[in-house]
């Protein structure tokens, strides 16, 4: 038993757990949707690189063109992805609002945010594997 | 056997082996604690209440606690300038103590906890929980009489230490809890 419940009542007890609990859902929040962040940068980079002649492709090698690798996740990519495979729309849409909620997170967490909608785990989970199912990746040669 | 039948039997098994906490003595011993702290807490302040510095109060409260439910206390009021502490009881059922006792003031809180008269620091406890054969037989449930318990100042964590209760501790206690 740690000394740093020495004094604690149960309901303090049970109190802190969920806390701990609510951090840790709050942390797995953010590493998943830090890990689809990622996904598509590395996706972004291996078609310009590799200059893919598909739509997508082509599309994203304009953004590159004038963003390079300053092109915003929100603004730019995941819009080139929605304009040119509609069927995606859906996916990258939710996944673009649980975005603000990892900018949130990320960031001191130290304003009211704007959301949606409430997101956990589960619904990010949800959020973050449909985008794997859903998006045709191009897996990256290079990998972390 | 059914899934039922085995569902019966593990709830027979259980409360067979049911822990019967005595509520009733944890309470009483608990009341009676409060009230001694209380007792030493007035007469520390004595000098400083008859020099119109403080003024010492008491209202009603209550504990709702497991096994023994809601039952009656009292809260300490210290009032000085505009200033107003309260130290009330927290309950029995507390982490390695046998009773708890919180100080709240602008500044902060201070806790005291009911521990084994010879406890300096939680180890102490946890050890004497694990069954040290130093200690003498006690009838409590819990190894240690109520006579051979003190309330301690608790530091607060991560390296808590008990600090004897006289009236140098509880001053220092008091600062740290008003504001300048």
């Not at chain 1, 949800?126 to 985008?131: F, H």
């Not at chain 2, 709702?64 to 039952?71: I, L, N, P, S």
């Not at chain 2, 003031?105 to 084994?116: A, C, I, K, Q, S």
């Not at chain 2, 240690?144 to 100042?153: G, H, L, T």
Request: include cysteine; charge should be neutral.
């Amino acid at each position: 038993m740690p000394d740093a419940f020495i004094g604690y009542s149960h309901p303090e007890l049970a109190a802190h757990f969920d806390k701990q609990g609510e951090e840790l859902n709050r942390t797995m929040c953010l590493n998943l949707i830090a890990a689809v962040e990622a996904r598509f940068h590395k996706d972004y980079l291996e078609r310009v690189y590799n200059r893919k002649k598909d739509p997508l492709s082509r599309r994203l090698r304009n953004v590159y063109a004038e963003h390079g690798h300053r092109a915003s996740l929100d603004e730019h990519i995941l819009e080139a992805w929605k304009e040119v495979d509609p069927r995606t729309k859906s996916a990258v849409g939710e996944f673009k609002g649980a975005l603000k909620f990892q900018h949130w997170l990320a960031h001191g967490r130290y304003w009211v945010p704007k959301l949606a909608r409430a997101y956990d785990f589960f619904s990010v989970f949800t959020i973050c594997e449909a985008v794997e199912s859903r998006i045709n990746f191009i897996d990256a040669i290079y990998s972390a | 056997m059914s899934n039922f039948k085995e569902l019966e039997e593990f709830l027979r098994r259980q409360k067979d082996t049911e822990q019967k906490v005595n509520g009733d003595l944890q309470k009483e011993n608990f009341i009676h604690a409060t009230a001694a702290f209380y007792s030493r807490v007035q007469d520390f302040l004595i000098p400083l209440v008859d020099e119109g510095l403080l003024a010492v109060d008491f209202v009603n409260s209550s504990i709702t606690a497991d096994y023994v439910g809601t039952y009656d206390m009292r809260t300490m009021l210290i009032k000085s300038g505009n200033q107003r502490v309260t130290i009330f009881p927290v309950g029995s059922a507390v982490i390695g103590a046998y009773g708890r006792i919180d100080m709240r003031g602008d500044n902060g809180r201070v806790t005291f906890l009911w521990v084994p008269r010879s406890a300096d620091r939680p180890r102490a406890i946890l050890t004497m929980a694990a069954g040290d054969q130093r200690l003498p037989q006690s009838p409590s449930p819990k190894g240690v009489p109520p006579a051979e318990r003190a309330w301690k100042i608790a530091t607060p964590p991560p390296d808590i230490r008990f600090i004897d209760l006289n009236p140098e501790s509880f001053s220092d206690a008091l600062m740290s809890v008003l504001h300048e």
